[in-house]
């Protein structure tokens, strides 16, 4: 591997190509018209303009893409998270082309991409799942069934979801039809795929993932879990690690558990298992088959680059870490900082006016933002992720408070005035919520 075409944009884009020149591997950036004047398409060795602001015709363009591979001459597409990341149609196309794809083979992101499928293959590989139908459910009857002998209340979910979309509650049997029938409906609409299924909605879990790496070889590796309950409409706002509430037994257990399915499966590269965790019980909901956006909380508490892991696991390099080596240090939490109102969290979109990050011990901000910088309206709100690491949980808040304090960015609104009310908020300070927590505890409170 020489060239490594980076197929993604903002903060990742940035992230992966300092990762890549790092090791001496060159570099070629994709990007839409909008992101001309992006950071990580103004260091990269080489770039390529694939198309208009529209991600259907930019970022999500497999054919733009692998013709930008083809005509720079590089040999790796990295496509980070989201976007084309864990699409198996692009997969195929990448290694039709002679082309590396970072990240696992196409069939393993084929049973894990859609979801019933994803959780038939844990159980197979002996991963505890959330108690729900056993595949697709498709009319009311099978549906108030299924219902009915776990209890309500249920979820139904689309198959093909994510983004924590198309997720439907029902509390009773009288809602049953019409949800059903909306689920579908969004399903098709949002994911073309109108497949839904059905599982126990549990009451007040918390979401606690576990960091996997794997060679293809049947070599696997966890670097521990993320507790990512801070949620707002089913997407993380904050990530800490290690979780507060998981303990080391528990921990070394569900390590055990993941490490061996990934052995089993020989996984190649990065992923996350996500579990809702709740009275001392692990259900498995999803694998993620690539980087995640909270990646750096695990690497500060492990001193693991992961995206280094990763392109080595790419390269077929021989294997070297032993579980007994990834050791946990301090304590790590997340801040995903977004262009939106902190109260109505409208997108807020625009021209950067003043930028000015914190620093010290222990701070790191994965940005790509730089003083009079135009965030453009059409991609994810997403703008900077404030990563702090401390000796423990309690230093590692106070080192958040005094960054959050530090931290400018003038001319759009940010979330950053949530974070800051969060930091002095004492559930989270002992630690104490549930992925419910922040919509109906901690903004109900604050409407
Ligand atoms: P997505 O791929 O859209 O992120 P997930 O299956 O990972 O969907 O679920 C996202 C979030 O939705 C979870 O973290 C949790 O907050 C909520 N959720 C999903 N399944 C359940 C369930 N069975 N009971 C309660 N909450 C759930």
């Known amino acids: 591997?020489?060239?490594?075409?980076?197929?993604?944009?903002?903060?990742?884009?940035?992230?992966?190509?300092?990762?890549?020149?790092?090791?001496?591997?060159?570099t070629v950036a994709v990007h839409?018209?909008?992101?001309?004047?992006?950071?990580?398409?103004?260091?990269?060795d080489e770039s390529v303009c694939i198309g208009p602001p529209s991600a259907a015709?930019?970022?999500?363009?497999?054919?733009?893409?692998?013709?930008?591979?083809?005509?720079?001459?590089?040999?790796?597409?990295?496509?980070?998270?989201?976007?084309?990341?864990e699409r198996e149609e692009f997969v195929q196309m990448v290694e039709d082309h002679g082309i590396t794809f970072i990240g696992p083979s196409s069939e393993h992101i084929r049973i894990m991409g859609d979801k019933i499928t994803a959780k038939d293959t844990a159980v197979k590989l002996g991963i505890p799942v959330?108690?729900?139908?056993?595949?697709?459910?498709?009319?009311?009857?099978?549906?108030?069934?299924?219902?009915?002998?776990m209890g309500y209340p249920v979820i139904i979910k689309a198959a093909s979801g994510g983004g924590g979309k198309g997720m439907k509650v029902v509390n009773s049997p009288n809602e049953i039809e019409s949800q059903l029938k909306m689920a579908q409906q969004e399903a098709l609409a949002n994911f073309g795929d109108k497949n839904v299924y059905i599982e126990k909605y549990l009451k007040d879990p918390r979401h606690i993932e576990?960091?996997?790496?794997?060679?293809?070889?049947?070599?696997?590796?966890?670097?521990?879990?993320?507790d990512c309950s801070l949620q707002r409409r089913h997407q993380k706002v904050f990530e800490e690690a290690l979780s507060p509430v998981i303990t080391p037994e528990q921990r070394q257990h569900m390590g055990e558990v993941v490490v061996n399915a990934m052995k089993k499966l020989k996984y190649k590269g990065l992923g996350t298992i996500e579990f809702l965790y709740e009275n001392g019980e692990f259900y498995f909901i999803e694998m993620n088959t690539r980087i995640q956006?909270?990646?750096?909380?695990?690497?500060?508490?492990?001193?693991?680059?992961?995206?280094?892991?990763?392109?080595?696991?790419?390269?077929d390099k021989p294997w070297r870490l032993k579980q007994e080596d990834i050791t946990f240090s301090g304590h790590a939490i997340e801040?995903?900082?977004?262009?939106?109102?902190?109260?109505?969290?409208?997108?807020?979109?625009?021209?950067?006016?003043?930028y000015h990050t914190p620093g010290g011990p222990g701070v790191r901000v994965d940005s790509a933002l730089y003083d009079g910088y135009s965030i453009p309206p059409y991609y994810d709100s997403m703008i900077a992720k404030l990563i702090i690491h401390g000796p423990n949980r309690k230093a590692c808040l106070a080192r958040l408070r005094r960054s959050l304090?530090?931290?400018?960015?003038?001319?759009?609104?940010?979330?950053?005035?949530?974070?800051?009310?969060?930091?002095?908020?004492?559930?989270?300070?002992?630690?104490?919520?549930?992925?419910?927590?922040?919509?109906?505890?901690?903004?109900?409170?604050?409407?």
């Not at 959330?130 to 002998?149: D, F, L, N, R």
């Open 1 to 26: 591997m020489k060239k490594v075409l980076i197929a993604n944009r903002g903060e990742i884009a940035l992230r992966l190509l300092r990762a890549c020149k790092e090791i001496g591997l060159e």
């Open 32 to 44: 839409s018209t909008a992101d001309a004047q992006a950071k990580h398409v103004l260091l990269a």
């Open 57 to 85: 015709e930019s970022y999500l363009n497999m054919k733009a893409i692998i013709s930008a591979a083809t005509i720079t001459g590089a040999d790796a597409i990295h496509p980070g998270f989201g976007f084309l990341s």
């Open 130 to 149: 959330v108690p729900g139908s056993e595949g697709k459910v498709e009319t009311v009857e099978e549906a108030k069934a299924i219902a009915e002998k």
């Open 210 to 226: 576990f960091q996997i790496l794997g060679d293809g070889r049947g070599n696997a590796v966890h670097f521990g879990e993320r």
């Open 293 to 315: 956006v909270e990646h750096p909380i695990t690497e500060m508490i492990t001193g693991h680059d992961l995206v280094f892991e990763q392109l080595r696991v790419a390269q």
């Open 335 to 354: 801040c995903r900082i977004n262009a939106e109102d902190p109260e109505t969290f409208a997108p807020s979109p625009g021209k950067i006016t003043k």
């Open 405 to 447: 304090n530090e931290f400018v960015i003038q001319g759009i609104k940010t979330t950053l005035p949530l974070h800051a009310k969060l930091v002095d908020n004492e559930d989270i300070q002992n630690g104490d919520y549930s992925i419910k927590w922040l919509e109906e505890t901690f903004l109900k409170k604050e409407a």
